[in-house]
């Protein structure tokens, strides 16, 4: 069964500070997402890592993927308050004719404070 | 170009009685899964639906039931409803065709069980 971890679970941090959010999986996956999510609300897409080494960047977050390791990092520069949201990893499999299926880490509740 | 739209918002029942959800899927696509969202946790894959079939299924009793239309539209019934499925459900929609079929996220229904 594919676990999806990730850590830290809650992670506070000031403004202006750098920190990473890390993903771990247990098995081979076909593509991993991240997304976030402000509270009481759905699903933002934030990123799409489809092959070994993958790094993408918006704004002040940028996503890596190492299939090796079965890791994925999402990077926070500079942070600000308006970062401040649940981040969610999700790995992707898909199986033949059966579609694919996404598994989700428990998310990374991340707080920005002035 | 509507994205995936869901309904009802927001929805409120008592223990033991029945519901329906409903999806419209993004234009272009006709595939459509269902995840539920329980508070403080990661969505978690209910079943996928495609050609009107039941493609996939995660790890959820037979209370839980769906249908697709062919117009790719969606609905997820959950009967006999218990305390522990009141939780923010999530539909997503994807094309099948193609290597490329990233799933959309709806803005999702809150369903409260008392």
């Known amino acids: 069964e594919l676990k999806v971890e990730q850590n830290p679970l809650f992670l506070s941090m000031q403004e202006g500070k750098n920190y990473t959010i890390y993903c771990n999986y247990s098995t081979t996956s076909d593509r991993l997402y991240w997304y976030r999510q402000d509270p009481g609300k759905s699903l933002e897409s934030l990123f799409v890592l489809l092959s070994n080494g993958a790094v993408k960047q918006e704004g002040r977050l940028m996503a890596s993927l190492d299939t090796k390791a079965r890791l994925s990092t999402l990077h926070i520069t500079a942070a600000v308050h308006d970062l401040s949201a649940t981040y969610f990893c999700?790995?992707?499999?898909?199986?033949?004719?059966?579609?694919?299926?996404?598994?989700f880490g428990e998310g990374t509740q991340l707080t920005v404070n002035p | 170009d509507a994205g995936v739209t869901q309904s009802p918002t927001h929805l409120i029942k008592t223990r033991g009685q029945q519901v329906t959800l409903r999806c419209s899927p993004k234009s272009g696509h006709d595939t459509v899964s269902w995840y539920q969202q329980a508070l403080g946790q990661g969505p978690q894959f209910i079943f996928q639906y495609y050609e009107e079939e039941e493609r996939q299924r995660g790890n959820f009793p037979d209370r839980f039931s769906g249908h697709q239309y062919p117009n790719y539209s969606s609905e997820l019934n959950v009967n006999a409803l218990l305390l522990g499925d009141s939780a923010l459900y999530l539909c997503?929609?994807?094309?099948?065709?193609?290597?490329?079929?990233?799933?959309?996220f709806g803005p999702g229904t809150r369903l409260t069980v008392l």
């Open positions: 999700a790995v992707d499999i898909i199986s033949g004719t059966s579609g694919s299926r996404l598994t």
């Open positions: 997503a929609s994807s094309r099948t065709s193609g290597n490329y079929n990233e799933q959309f």
